[in-house]
């Protein structure tokens, strides 16, 4: 039997890396006493999978982990509130599902990821503003392609962004607030910055270091008719 | 201070290695409201976070001080060169993890000196926070200095830069000093009454009230106090019984992995054995356990608060602690119900351990680890570790039955009296290991494969209170040496290709000899190596071996007189005003006998009157007293 866990991410604990997220689930889950599998051995480990990782600095909403539990109908309810109790205020579960035994596995099934983007206090000075950006947005939305040098540690390749741009638009508030849901697959994805980065570069603008504070808001697999669905609404 | 409380900036944090180092916030760390404490206490390990946070000296007293209303205590590690660079450049001051705020806020600044090498990360704590380096610089406004941990019980070379040591176990006396330290500061006292009274109480050395003079020749003619009514020795303290005191029932988890990722459980203090080279074995004397019934309650309380999938045993020795077969029985059975894992600590290799280490580790996996310290028979006397060649063999003999095929052994090179037989014994000792496995296994039987034996060799430091404090270090030169015929004897054995052999630095090993036999004088190499630059001089890749020479140059000091001297009978030592239980004529006694190649018993065998049982504690009461 396997759970989904939802979870968020805010505050210091943005600092804390994907490994040490997990490494940090590991030992919540023993302190809440979830009767989580585990595999054999000298050394058995959790059976745990995670969704994508989030970056170091991000905050999220809509963080997912599935777990093997060794129950048949495990109190879901009892097992959120078990681990909020053992887990630290950054970190909070905000719903635990049952998997359906034919769903995909957290990290296999994302296909896409919901962002919110604003810019830290300290660098709006250096970042455009709410109308100037909504009109880049515009440019960059009627455009057929938008060609990005995408550098990684291995390769260099230029990618059209909008393949990978599901939805992007401002938000109706008095500060600019960027949404965006992007392509997060394991196979091939981008990354919120790159949308950043090529909406200022239109404007002839760098993007200052650390400027993006940026919260992923949830996390989608791809339905049949190639709808998304959020990772949450394949638990039941 | 950022949106998320953190004293760092989001820029800074997102351009240091680990930011996780800084940002506190663990779980079970303790968060008080400042307004409602009386004291503010920040306990220091000057080295990196994941080093410091594997000390548990730091978690007991933690949780001790967070016990109490009136305190709250938090930690401060020293940042990372990365930061540390940031710091200087923006004058961004120290900062403790759980306030986010900075240190020289605090009224106290507690320094835990676990190991020489971490000096000069002594004054880079102090410098970053903004506190004048030396004791006699600070005024009201500083928070009050004071070191603790094994360093301290030799503490002449950093005495210019704390205000106060505390000698011995930090469980006894904080109470007291905080009591005294409350009422003062209501009384509207200054800082130099409150150091005054704090060094009547036992344990508690405030350095700036005692003077130092010197022969000709540079040695130590005498060492007394400045100020009436401060006592002329100061006695360490000693938890009389470890059932009834601190330990951590919930001690903080950090988010990155560090040296100890496990619970760690204490299980006795002190050691049975008095080998010769080794000072914690004389510090912390007598030997004194914990009962079985407390540790087991102990432990799966921090295996519940915790969620660690580890625990490992602590002690400088744990097969001689009596209960071991009692206790692991039942932390076996439990452990395997809750799939937590169990380290074992290095024990002695026997029938039991190999049968313990069989049920909780991966033979293929682990390894068996012997430490002779020495090659020979002769310098094993010498250093009295009471270890035969016949334990040896007839362990590695069981462990290749049991199908174990790494081995581990330790040596140390330079003791006093070794002679290059002893040298050459090592690759000896481990080619006879390798032909046991040889002999013993058949070809078609080798399913782990041939048998593969680790030698490592570290370099003999002479430490204060040991039997070996009067001894000359080797020189750099002759350490190298030493190396090299250790190895020229390894490689002229028969099963060579089977042992691999690796040495340890030598430069470090002569520095620390300075630091660790050093007086007063050495305080200003110390500052001089700081001031080069100097930080982490416990990490090779960090320490700058000139920095050292050149300082000791500057200073008109030298590793002659400090390090490769051999010290007179009678010599007045900087230590010597200490008094740890053990006696200076006991430890000149033992130094006689090495030198005899003479054996003493061990504390179970029968009591050799060290001196320790004036703490009536542990096993010196009904020890059996030889006539
Ligand atoms: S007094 Fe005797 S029993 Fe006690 S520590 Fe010393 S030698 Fe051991």
């Given amino acids: 039997m396997k759970i989904r866990i939802r979870f968020t991410k805010h505050g210091a604990v943005r600092y804390i890396g994907h490994l040490d997220v997990m490494r940090y689930f590991q030992k919540c889950i023993r302190r809440a006493h979830v009767n989580v599998s585990y595999t054999g051995g000298y050394s058995p480990h959790q059976v745990m999978t ?20 060794d129950d048949e109908h495990p109190d879901t309810g009892a097992i959120l509130n078990a681990l909020n109790e053992a887990s630290v205020p950054g970190i909070r579960i905000r719903s635990v599902k049952i998997l359906p035994e034919d769903a995909g596995n957290a990290m296999a099934s994302v296909y896409a990821s919901e962002y919110e983007i604003t810019f830290f206090e300290d660098k709006k000075a250096d970042c455009p503003d709410k109308d100037k950006l909504s009109g880049l947005i515009d440019m960059m939305l009627s455009s057929e392609k938008c060609i990005y040098h995408k550098e990684t540690k291995k390769t260099s390749r230029d990618i059209d962004l909008k393949e990978f741009i599901y939805d992007l638009r401002m938000e109706d508030t008095e500060e600019p607030v960027v949404r965006m849901t992007i392509n997060s697959s394991s196979s091939d994805s981008i990354k919120p910055v790159f949308v950043m980065e090529y909406l200022m570069n239109l404007a002839d603008i760098k993007l200052p270091d650390n400027a993006l504070k940026i919260i992923r808001l949830d996390m989608f697999t791809q339905g049949e008719n190639g709808e998304l669905i959020s990772l949450e609404d394949v638990g039941i | 201070m950022s949106s998320d409380g953190l004293f760092l900036s989001n820029d800074i944090l997102m351009s240091v290695e680990k930011p996780e180092r800084y940002i506190g916030n663990e779980v079970n760390s303790c968060i008080k409201d400042p307004d409602s404490v009386r ?364 199908g174990w095929t790494k081995f581990k052994f330790y040596f140390m090179l330079g003791h006093p009296f070794e002679n290059d037989d002893d040298i050459l014994g090592i690759g000896d000792l481990a080619n006879k290991v390798a032909a046991e496995f040889f002999e013993m296994v058949p070809r078609d039987k080798r399913v782990n494969g041939p048998i593969s034996i680790t030698v490592s060799t570290s370099f003999f430091v002479p430490k204060p209170f040991t039997a070996f404090q009067w001894a000359p270090q080797c020189t750099t030169d002759e350490f190298i040496r030493k190396a090299y015929v250790c190895r020229k004897g390894i490689s002229e054995q028969l099963n060579q290709k089977r042992i691999h052999y690796n040495w340890h630095d030598a430069d470090t090993s002569v520095i620390e000899a300075l630091l660790a036999r050093g007086d007063r004088k050495v305080a200003a190499v110390i500052k001089k190596v700081y001031e080069k630059g100097g930080i982490y001089d416990a990490w090779s890749d960090q320490y700058k071996h000139e920095r050292w020479i050149e300082a000791l140059d500057e200073c008109g000091l030298g590793l002659d007189f400090y390090a490769f001297r051999e010290r007179k009978d009678d010599e007045l030592f900087p230590w010597d005003f200490i008094d740890i239980g053990v006696s200076k004529a006991f430890l000149l006694k033992e130094y006689k006998k090495a030198a005899r190649g003479e054996i003493t018993s061990n504390c179970r065998a029968g009591c050799s009157g060290c001196g320790a049982a004036a703490f009536g504690a542990g096993i010196c009461p009904g020890a059996y007293k030889k006539t």
């Fill in chain 2, 39 to 402: 004291v503010r206490f920040i306990m220091c390990f000057p080295d990196v976070y994941e080093i410091g946070m594997s000390h548990l000296g730091i978690q007991i007293l933690y949780d001790m001080f967070n016990s109490f209303d009136d305190v709250w205590c938090e930690r401060v590690y020293s940042p990372w060169i990365d930061l540390d660079k940031i710091m200087r450049e923006k004058h961004i001051p120290l900062f403790s993890l759980e306030s986010q705020r900075p240190v020289k806020e605090a009224d106290f600044l507690g320094i835990t000196i676990q190991y020489e090498m971490c000096y000069t990360n002594i004054l880079q704590i102090l410098d970053l926070s903004g506190i004048p380096m030396e004791s006699k610089d600070r005024t009201e406004e500083d928070p009050i200095v004071i070191g603790g941990g094994p360093c301290t019980y030799n503490p002449e070379p950093i005495a210019d830069f704390f205000d106060i040591f505390y000698i011995g176990e930090g469980e006894t006396r904080y109470r007291e000093l905080l009591d005294l330290y409350e009422k003062m500061k209501d009384e509207g006292k200054t800082r130099e009454e409150f150091l005054i009274e704090a060094g009547k109480i036992n344990g508690l050395y405030v350095p700036r009230f005692y003077e130092p003079s010197y022969n000709d020749d540079g040695t130590l003619k005498d060492f007394r106090p400045v100020v009436d009514g401060l006592p002329l020795k100061v006695r360490k303290e000693v938890v009389k019984d470890l059932d009834d005191t601190y330990y951590p029932k919930k001690p903080v988890v950090p988010y990155i992995r560090c040296i100890q990722d496990r619970v760690v459980l204490e299980i006795m203090r002190g050691c049975i054995r008095g080998c010769r080279f080794c000072q914690a074995g004389e510090l912390y004397r007598p030997v004194r356990e914990r009962s079985v019934e407390k540790l087991l309650d102990t432990v799966y309380q921090m295996l519940d608060s915790t969620g660690y999938e580890e625990v490992s045993l602590s002690s400088l020795s744990s097969s001689d602690y009596t209960h071991l077969p009692e206790l692991l029985d039942n932390l076996i059975v439990e452990c395997e119900k809750r799939k937590v894992n169990i380290t074992l600590p290095s024990l002695r290799i026997d029938a039991f351990s190999l049968d313990v280490m069989n049920k909780v580790e991966d033979i293929k996996k682990t390894s068996v680890t012997f430490a002779p310290e020495a090659g020979s028979q002769r310098l094993r006397n010498v250093i009295n570790k009471g270890l035969t060649e016949e334990d040896i063999l007839s362990g590695s003999a069981q462990a290749i039955s049991g």
């Fill in chain 1, 50 to 69: 995670f969704a994508s990782p989030l970056g170091v600095g991000m905050e999220s909403e809509g963080e997912y982990m599935d777990i093997g539990i």
